[in-house]
């Protein structure tokens, strides 16, 4: 089946030297064509070109759409969420709203207990259907990509729970989602801290790879939560079931677990609100995705992560939405591309470097998303006429997206 995307004004986030990952000054590249077309091939990008590539006798395409002068993007990945949650936590808002902050709330049992709670009354069919509601409302908005984690289950059971749901929105979905088992994102309610860690490495890591359940292993390695020897512990068990570590550091304070992360080769570490220069340096040569989440640090009003000062030291940065109940509920993309702009003085093309290919990256998927590259999944989307790439983070809250395809097909 051939589909010809025609009529594109500007078709943006070409990559042809086959880079996984761009890196320091090499994110303020993004690769274009202008007056162009695209050509799908069993879901797969086939080709593109400029209008005077076209051959004569076009490509006997079995559909075409006209992109009626719009740009073309490759889709939104977005490799930070914890899309699978009960409810909401509007009442935690205002008590943000009057000065507590995400610790005193995590402290008087709000937070990530508050939605273990709500979970574990919650039918997997319920949570299901909840989820899907928020896995369709991201791809509405331009996500092909996508990371869900566990973690607001915080018992085996309601841990599998999640991961099952995880694995029927794998099944249901046109996106590309991978799973990642969060079980140490807070203590469990009746346990102590040495306890809850025994029941994650001894009970919960192995039967989520006995179920081949999770594609990842996260740990909430910050200030209150677990520490790096924690996290040290869980990884080794991890790694025995194959899960790849994508952690949590630096969100609250740098106590110590961005160097544990990098020594057990995470594929991302994420948050780093609180990132100290003098780790840098050990990103360095490794091939770890430092990961901002810009939607967080406004939800909470927190200090935005150095990814301007990241860049500048030639590391590479993935952006993602942090999608949870309770310190960034929502998805959208563009308005995390935005932030990365107006917060962290990203550039345009660096902030949808960072959203695409580099959040590919950070997700282990680059090879085949993230980028409009021969050989790649057709995940794009098609704009309304816009003046360039930067008005898309310009024009902040403005719907621009006309039409969506994922894996060549409209969605």
Same mark, same amino acid.
């Given at each position: 089946?051939?589909?010809?995307?025609?009529? !594109?004004?500007?078709?943006? +986030?070409?990559?042809?030297?086959?880079?996984?990952?761009?890196?320091?000054?090499?994110?303020?590249?993004?690769?274009? =064509?202008?007056?162009?077309?695209?050509?799908?091939?069993?879901? *797969? !990008?086939?080709?593109?070109?400029?209008?005077?590539?076209?051959?004569?006798?076009?490509?006997?395409?079995?559909?075409?759409?006209?992109?009626?002068?719009?740009? =073309?993007?490759?889709?939104?990945?977005?490799?930070?969420?914890?899309?699978?949650?009960? +409810?909401?936590?509007?009442?935690?808002?205002?008590?943000?709203?009057?000065?507590?902050?995400?610790?005193?709330?995590? *402290?008087?049992?709000?937070?990530? &207990?508050?939605?273990?709670?709500?979970?574990?009354? #919650?039918?997997?069919?319920? #949570?299901?259907?909840?989820?899907?509601?928020?896995?369709?409302?991201?791809?509405?908005?331009?996500?092909?990509? =996508?990371? !869900?984690?566990?973690?607001?289950?915080?018992?085996?059971?309601?841990?599998?729970?999640?991961?099952?749901?995880?694995?029927?929105?794998?099944?249901?979905?046109?996106?590309?989602?991978?799973?990642?088992?969060?079980?140490?994102?807070?203590?469990? *309610?009746?346990?102590?801290?040495?306890?809850? $860690?025994?029941?994650?490495?001894?009970?919960?890591?192995?039967?989520?790879? *006995?179920?081949?359940?999770?594609?990842? =292993?996260?740990? %909430?390695?910050?200030?209150? %939560?677990?520490?790096?020897?924690?996290?040290?512990?869980?990884?080794?068990?991890?790694?025995?079931?194959?899960?790849?570590?994508?952690?949590?550091?630096?969100?609250?304070?740098?106590?110590?677990? &961005?160097?544990? /992360?990098?020594?057990? +080769?995470? #594929?991302?570490?994420?948050?780093?609100?609180?990132?100290?220069?003098?780790?840098?340096?050990?990103?360095?040569?490794? +091939?770890?995705?430092?990961?901002?989440?810009?939607?967080?640090? %406004?939800?909470?009003?927190?200090?935005?992560?150095?990814?301007?000062?990241?860049?500048? /030291?030639? &590391?590479?940065?993935? $952006?993602?939405?942090?999608?949870?109940?309770?310190?960034?509920?929502?998805?959208?993309?563009?308005?995390?591309?935005?932030?990365?702009?107006?917060?962290?003085? &990203?550039?345009?093309?660096?902030?949808?470097?960072?959203?695409?290919?580099?959040?590919?990256?950070?997700?282990?998927?680059?090879?085949?998303?993230?980028?409009?590259?021969?050989?790649?999944?057709?995940? @794009? @989307?098609?704009?309304?006429?816009?003046?360039?790439?930067?008005?898309?983070?310009?024009?902040?809250?403005?719907?621009?997206?006309?039409? !969506?395809?994922?894996?060549?097909?409209?969605?």
């Amino acid at each position: 089946m051939r589909l010809l995307v025609s009529n !594109i004004g500007l078709l943006a +986030g070409v990559e042809t030297a086959g880079k996984l990952r761009l890196q320091g000054g090499e994110m303020k590249s993004l690769g274009r =064509v202008n007056n162009a077309w695209l050509l799908v091939e069993d879901g *797969r !990008i086939a080709a593109f070109g400029g209008i005077g590539s076209m051959p004569a006798d076009g490509f006997n395409a079995d559909n075409e759409v006209d992109a009626n002068g719009g740009t =073309v993007l490759p889709s939104w990945c977005d490799p930070h969420t914890h899309i699978v949650y009960a +409810g909401s936590r509007e009442g935690e808002f205002v008590d943000k709203i009057m000065g507590l902050s995400y610790a005193e709330i995590a *402290r008087r049992g709000g937070g990530i &207990l508050n939605s273990a709670d709500l979970l574990h009354t #919650l039918s997997e069919e319920e #949570l299901y259907r909840q989820a899907m509601c928020r896995a369709e409302e991201i791809m509405r908005k331009g996500t092909g990509c =996508v990371e !869900i984690k566990s973690g607001y289950g915080l018992s085996t059971a309601d841990e599998l729970k999640m991961l099952r749901v995880i694995s029927r929105i794998k099944d249901d979905v046109p996106m590309r989602v991978v799973s990642t088992f969060l079980g140490a994102h807070a203590v469990g *309610r009746g346990f102590s801290h040495d306890e809850y $860690v025994d029941v994650v490495v001894d009970e919960m890591i192995p039967e989520v790879g *006995r179920e081949r359940l999770a594609d990842y =292993v996260d740990v %909430f390695c910050d200030e209150g %939560f677990f520490t790096p020897e924690d996290t040290d512990r869980i990884l080794d068990a991890a790694d025995k079931w194959g899960m790849k570590p994508k952690i949590h550091v630096d969100e609250l304070a740098a106590i110590g677990g &961005l160097p544990v /992360a990098v020594k057990h +080769g995470a #594929l991302s570490v994420d948050h780093l609100e609180n990132m100290p220069e003098a780790e840098f340096g050990i990103l360095k040569n490794s +091939g770890t995705m430092p990961t901002v989440l810009p939607g967080t640090s %406004f939800f909470l009003n927190m200090p935005y992560a150095p990814a301007r000062k990241m860049i500048d /030291a030639g &590391l590479g940065v993935a $952006v993602a939405s942090d999608y949870n109940p309770g310190s960034t509920p929502s998805g959208d993309m563009k308005f995390v591309v935005s932030l990365a702009c107006i917060k962290m003085r &990203l550039l345009p093309q660096e902030a949808v470097n960072a959203a695409t290919l580099n959040a590919a990256y950070a997700m282990g998927l680059s090879r085949d998303y993230g980028s409009i590259t021969v050989g790649k999944a057709a995940n @794009f @989307f098609i704009t309304e006429p816009i003046p360039s790439v930067d008005y898309i983070p310009y024009a902040y809250t403005s719907p621009i997206i006309s039409r !969506i395809f994922l894996n060549g097909k409209e969605v």
